[in-house]
């Protein structure tokens, strides 16, 4: 089965229902479940998951989340090694011209070395940078 990739503003979304796209990913979630694709995500976006609803005083969810993440059978978290650091800086240095964050530089090297072309995700980024995304 095909994996997919979960990105930041993809958890976001279902965890938090004062997001304007929750209603959405929460339907598409229902659906993308029925499949039980795997899914893969980077110790980067875990970062930026648990430090977003800490920053809104939300540490219980924080560590909710994270530990959904963590113990979860059909999430494969990526550590960022040097390697990958290095190989997502060069890929952000090669895009001037795009507003990508060095945490999407270090999603986009992660789909590509694992074959994956869908990421779970709001973000045009993954688009501009060749990959699908859903819903």
Known sequence: MTSAFLDTG??????AADDQYHDAAVQHWRIFTAQLS??????YVFDEVVTFFNSRKQHAKASEIGNRLLRSATVRL????EALFYDAWQYFAQHA??????T???SFIVMQRLG???A???DQHFVQAGFEKLP
């Open 38 to 43: 795997p899914l893969v995500t980077t110790s």
């Open 10 to 15: 993809y958890v976001i979304a279902l965890e």
């Open 97 to 102: 011209d795009k507003s990508y964050s060095l």
């Open 120 to 122: 779970l995700a709001f």
């Open 78 to 81: 990526v550590h960022v090694d």
């Open 104 to 106: 999407d530089c270090v």
């Open 116 to 118: 994956i072309h869908t």
